[in-house]
């Protein structure tokens, strides 16, 4: 069973960047698509960007696109999500996700593992 792991969030200032990955163990990393989501406070969790299982293809909510990368390393076993010129709106509990079976897509049903998130907190 692939087992993930988010790290990097923490406090940090609205204009500055933050760089958040995910860990990932217990499975065939290259056969999975991932996708990064946010929950902020009070709302529901909504999509960030995925990336598909070779790393040349990604998509992005239109929100955080153009200051937003998602990217990967098959042989590290690693996603990261980089975003930039954050403002306080990207304050979220983000979690990383795995999809065995799908390519790159918003669904968050489609996506069969979760990590338990890492907290950013954009103040100003």
């Known amino acids: 069973q692939l087992q993930l792991v988010e790290s990097g969030g923490g406090l940090v200032q609205a204009g500055d960047s933050v760089r958040l990955s995910c860990a990932a163990s217990g499975g065939t990393f290259n056969t999975y698509s991932f996708g990064w989501f946010r929950q902020a406070p009070g709302k529901e969790r909504d999509f960030v960007a995925s990336i598909n299982q070779l790393g040349g293809s990604t998509i992005y909510e239109d929100s955080v696109k153009g200051r937003t990368t998602i990217s990967r390393n098959n042989a590290e076993n690693t996603v990261w999500l980089h975003m930039s010129r954050l403002k306080s709106e990207d304050t979220a509990v983000y979690y990383c996700?795995?999809?065995?079976?799908?390519?790159?897509?918003?669904?968050?049903?489609?996506?069969?593992?979760w990590g338990q998130g890492t907290q950013v907190t954009v103040f100003s």
């Open positions: 996700a795995a999809g065995p079976d799908v390519d790159l897509t918003q669904q968050q049903n489609l996506y069969a593992y």
